[in-house]
C-alpha cells in the first residue's frame, strides 16, 4: 500500500516557476515507477512525466518537454516536478501517481491505467 501527498501548488505568474512535491509512504516507495498528471477544468486528466524507479529514465508529454523536470530522492520517499516557464495552458490540478510497472516500455506509463495509487492532487494557476 502506497499513500501519496503532493505540495507545492500555487499561483504564479507566466513565465514563473513552481516545484511541486509528492510524499510517498510506504516501505516499497522505491519500487515503483512514478508519475504526474494534471487535470484542467472540464478536460480529461492528461499525462505530464514519469520516472522509473532508479530515476535513471524519465519520460515526458511533448507540452512540457523542456520546461520541467522530474526527479525523484528514494531516501525520503519523495518525488519532485520542477516547473519553469510556465504558461497559463498549464492551469491545472496536478496529481501524482505510482505505478508498478518495470518493463521496457517506458511509454506504458502514459497511461492512467498503468498507475496504482494516486494522491489528491493540488492546484496551479498561472495568470497571464
Known amino acids: 500500500q502506497v499513500q501519496l501527498v503532493e505540495s507545492g501548488g500555487g499561483l504564479v505568474q507566466a513565465g514563473g516557476s513552481l516545484r511541486l512535491s509528492c510524499a510517498a509512504s510506504g516501505r516499497t516507495f522505491r519500487s515503483y515507477a512514478m508519475g504526474w498528471f494534471r487535470q484542467a477544468p472540464g478536460k480529461e486528466r492528461e499525462f505530464v512525466t514519469a520516472?522509473?524507479?532508479?530515476?535513471?529514465?524519465?519520460y515526458y508529454a511533448d507540452s512540457v518537454e523542456g520546461r520541467f523536470t522530474v526527479s525523484r530522492d528514494n531516501a525520503k520517499n519523495t518525488v519532485y516536478l520542477q516547473m519553469n516557464s510556465l504558461k497559463p495552458e498549464d492551469t491545472a490540478v496536478y496529481y501524482c501517481?505510482?505505478?508498478?510497472?518495470?518493463?521496457?516500455?517506458?511509454?506504458?506509463?502514459?497511461?492512467?491505467?498503468?498507475?496504482?495509487?494516486w494522491g489528491q492532487g493540488t492546484q496551479v494557476t498561472v495568470s497571464s
Open positions: 501517481a505510482a505505478s508498478d510497472y518495470s518493463g521496457t516500455y517506458l511509454y506504458i506509463l502514459k497511461v492512467r491505467n498503468a498507475y496504482n495509487y
Open positions: 520516472i522509473r524507479w532508479s530515476g535513471g529514465s524519465t
